[in-house]
């Protein structure tokens, strides 16, 4: 049998003073009386407050944020802005139009016409009736038979002319034409202004006319002598059967005529508004490679055969 153990272990050797000196707390724990003290701890005094504001700068560190020295004062609201002004779009469109032209020229216009009309020495009447005169009587003589400038020659005249034309194979309506010095458009014809190709041609001759081969050597033969030595286009140059060729150079094209007898200014102006008004109408045409133009402008290069001096009386 195994002895009997006590209620409670026995207690270390060691233990057994240190805990019979233990009390039981009955009571809040306050000093034992010969601990206290008869007078009462004075409180640390406090420093003196101070009498001016320390500067800041003084003696703080860096590190720490600067204290306040004044209280923040509100942020003022921002000013009030005036509306700003409307935003001009630029427009597209002009200033001013050719019908405000017109308006604000008109008056300068009508006065300037005014006075050239009913001007007492120099208006425009003194000028255009004579001109209107003449230009009918050259159209009335050109093409009106009965409208002849000069009679019939006299007898010794006659004789004369018709020994030469016997003598040189010509008839006496020739020598009358050379004699009165007359010019005649008899053949036209429209040559490309880069290579001297035919584009277009009119003769008075019906069997010349209905055919494009019968003229081709004619052309050929005279867009030889057309240019001179620096490659530019002749004005004029004679042939050797007393007729002439009068060439007027545009910008796509060349008009040619073959003259017979003695020309004038007056066919060199006639050319020069047929040419202007073939490039103007055709324009479009010429600037369009390959464009066949032959019979469409046979019709403007016939009124160039109706240039002609005012019919004699031979």
């Known amino acids: 049998m195994s002895l009997t153990l006590t209620p409670l272990p026995s207690p270390h050797p060691g233990i057994a003073p240190a805990s019979a000196g233990v009390k039981t707390w009955n009571v809040l724990p306050f000093p034992q009386p010969h601990n206290v003290s008869t007078s009462a701890p004075q409180p640390t005094p406090l420093p ?22 004044v209280l923040p004062s509100a942020t003022p609201p921002p000013p009030i802005e005036s509306p700003a002004p409307p935003v001009t779009i630029p427009s597209n469109e002009p200033d001013f139009t050719d019908d405000d032209l017109r308006v604000a020229f008109s008056p300068i216009v009508e006065e300037a016409v005014r006075k050239a009309v009913y001007a007492k020495e120099n208006g425009i009447d003194t000028y255009l009736e004579p001109m209107l005169r003449a230009t009918i009587r050259r159209a009335l003589a050109e093409y009106a038979p009965a409208s002849r400038p000069f009679q019939q020659p006299g007898a010794m005249d006659r ?26 458009v008899e053949e036209v014809f429209l040559l490309d202004a880069a290579s001297l190709a035919l584009v277009s041609y009119a003769s008075c001759d019906p069997a010349r006319h209905s055919a494009a081969r019968r003229v081709s050597g004619t052309v050929q033969r005279l867009a030889l002598q057309l240019r001179d030595d620096d490659k530019k286009i002749r004005t004029t140059f004679e042939l050797t059967d007393k007729r002439s060729v009068i060439s007027r150079e545009g910008s ?55 240039i002609q001096s005012p019919a004699s009386a031979a």
């Not at 003598?167 to 020598?175: H, K, L, N």
């Not at 017979?260 to 073939?278: M, V, W, Y």
Request: with cysteine; net charge neutral; aromatic share 16%.
């Open 252 to 306: 796509h094209v060349v008009l040619m005529a073959l003259v017979r007898g003695t020309p004038g200014e007056l066919l060199f102006a006639d050319l020069e508004f047929a040419l202007r008004r073939i490039e103007d109408h055709f324009r479009a045409q010429f600037q369009q490679q390959g464009s066949n133009l032959l019979f469409a402008l046979q019709p403007f290069l016939e009124d160039c055969l109706l």
């Open 159 to 184: 004789f004369i002319w018709h020994v030469q034309a016997l003598f040189t194979s010509r008839t006496y309506e020739d020598i009358f034409f050379e004699k009165t010095r007359r010019f005649q």
């Open 48 to 69: 003196a407050w101070p009498s001016a504001n320390p500067s800041a700068a003084a003696g703080f560190p860096k590190t720490w944020p600067s204290p306040l020295s």
